[in-house]
């Protein structure tokens, strides 16, 4: 079994900082990558940032430039990924998910999702 949690989520005025923290555990046999999606009231799930094992990055278009997603870290069997967003607007607005793309076993391959935790973008 595979668990992801995800932490850091909250309410910030515009132009501020916040850091989410995801944590993937569990039966991990192989990780293929870890990202961060979004999804906001009345609009589709959008990609926000992604690395994989091998460290390639991709962005989200809106967000290019203002959010940094870190190195996946691993520790004790538990793999992190922290997604570092500044310059935030009220447009960031959204709950935040992270997602692993990866191997329990050889050959079997799934993705997982955390709960997701609330950003909120306000003065």
């Known amino acids: 079994q595979v668990q992801l949690v995800e932490s850091g989520g909250g309410l910030v005025q515009p132009g501020g900082s916040l850091r989410l923290s995801c944590v993937a555990s569990g039966s991990i046999f192989s990780l293929v990558a870890m990202a961060w999606y979004r999804h906001a009231p009345g609009k589709g799930r959008e990609l926000v940032a992604s690395i994989n094992s091998g460290g390639g990055i991709e962005y989200g278009d809106s967000v290019k430039g203002r959010f940094t997603i870190s190195r996946i870290s691993r520790t004790n069997g538990e793999n992190t990924v922290d997604l570092q967003m500044s310059a935030l607007q009220p447009e960031d607005t959204a709950v935040y998910y992270c997602?692993?793309?990866?191997?329990?076993?050889?050959?079997?391959?799934?993705?997982?999702w955390g709960p997701g935790t609330q950003v909120t973008v306000s003065s």
């Open positions: 997602n692993s793309r990866l191997y329990t076993a050889p050959l079997k391959w799934d993705d997982y």
